[in-house]
């Protein structure tokens, strides 16, 4: 007898439909899987025959014959054992008559018959409602993750037998009710407030141009001057998430296995890894690739404390995600592609000791430290970042001043008005910040008045610029133009564009 379930499986952030096989003969116990399976698809048979028994009905004696398909795809994980179980019983007695047709079946089984959890459900009851399948029948710990899809019916599975006497129409299972994404709706409690932030109001105003424009910001200056806290605001003055960009991410950190909660991600992700970190870990990778970092960041922050102190290999991976806004990842098994939409926030020491060219406590670094330190950064992953920001000491006055700073509520605002513009300017373009834009978008969006010309061309004649750093100057300027809502670069929005530029030159020269 045949018979025919099916399952789902995450491939990259991508979610593919796997039609399970049974093919039972016979009445010689033997067990067979079939269409490229790992070690953990093939163990599923002592799972699946002991949740069988254990719950209550009789395992088969036969020649049993499972094939996943398509058979050209490795089959990873224990996703599949429901689906298979499922399939298992239909070729007898307790499930042959019953339609399983328009469902779909992911799921761990337990020994015990329990349905256990599994990463990247969301990814696959995305593609279960894509397929055209009505119901989809997940882990109980799952189902809340997979109810904020709208158009297929989601039932969360706590036992093989709960399930079984369900698809016999013995019992119900309930259905998990569709959640609105407006429940998850988080607060700013625990990001630092700007307006807790004494002084620094060159490098507020440049987080402020990096969130509005969605701009790749490095912040250089020596220890204490407040570089981390600055950093750790930034989610405090990103536009909310919209229900795809949450959707998106929650499927990444879904796959990841760092989804603990809430089914969606309503807040911005910050990450914040440590120097140590491996290029794999940060870029993503192992036999079947995992995202990294910078994916986990994907409508987020990546905030790199102590950029020179990471290891090179790792940085220099950064260089193509922070162009395609995507990072591929091929391995002998597969080849996957993941979202990495990020900010990348950058702090930095000017020197191994902290304090070359502070104004009152003298550089201890030995001869040619400091050029060693600054040569961890290679000059094309600089090019890649679009403002460098000077974060100086502060003095007794400016620390001891009563006087309030602007919140992160009202420089959210500001944010917002002008993301506002963008998606308008942009709205059939395919992109939605300054930061995203394109030689032929430049060209179309940066019209520049004539003084402001004349300004960068100067800048690109005495800074040395590179065809990409005349590019984010451009891209800076039209964000800084935005905030002001001038439709056309005026010379002094140009000037700032420049002065957030050049840091990086009088600095990196200076060894």
Known sequence: MISKVYSAASHGIEGLIVDVECYCQGNTPRFDIIGLPDTAVKESYNRIKAAIKTSGFMYPVANVTINLAPANINKQGTGYDLASL?????????????????????????????????NGILTMCIAAKKAGFREIYVPAENAREAAVVEGIDVYGVKNVRSVTMHLRGEESIPKTPLTPYEAFYTDMAGIPDF???????NAKYALQLAAAGMHNILLIGPPGTGKSMLAKSLPGILPPMTFEEALQTT?????????????????????????????????????????????????????????PEFRKDATEALRQPLEDRKVEITRVNAKVSYPARFMLVCAMNPCKCGYYGHSTINCTCPPGAISKY??????????????????????????????????????????????????????????IANGDMTTAHIRKYCKLEDRASDILKGAFEKMGLSARGYDRILRVARTIADLEKNDIITWQNMSVAVRFRSLDRKTFSTK
């Not at 019953?98 to 015990?112: H, N, P, S, Y």
């Not at 307006?195 to 109001?201: R, V």
């Not at 140590?276 to 960041?297: H, R, T």
């Open 86 to 118: 499922i399939s298992i019983l239909k070729c007898t007695d307790i499930l042959c008559d019953f339609d399983t047709e328009d469902k779909c079946f992911v799921g761990e089984i337990a020994l015990g018959g329990e349905v256990r959890r599994i």
């Open 195 to 201: 307006a807790d932030i004494k002084g620094q109001s």
């Open 251 to 307: 499927q990444i950190y879904s796959i990841a296995g760092e989804l603990h909660e809430d089914a969606l991600l309503a807040a911005r992700p910050f990450r914040s890894p440590h120097h140590s970190v491996s290029g794999v870990s940060l870029v993503g990778g192992g036999k079947m690739p995992l995202p990294g970092e910078i994916s986990l960041a994907n409508n987020g922050v990546l905030f790199l404390d102590e950029l």
């Open 374 to 431: 600054l040569s961890r950064i290679s000059g094309p992953l600089l090019d890649r970042i679009d403002i460098h920001v000077d974060v100086p000491s502060l003095d007794y006055a400016t620390l001891s001043s009563a006087q309030q700073a602007e919140s992160s509520e009202k420089i959210r605002e500001k944010v917002c008005d002008a993301r506002e513009i963008m998606r308008k300017r942009f709205k059939d373009d395919g992109i």
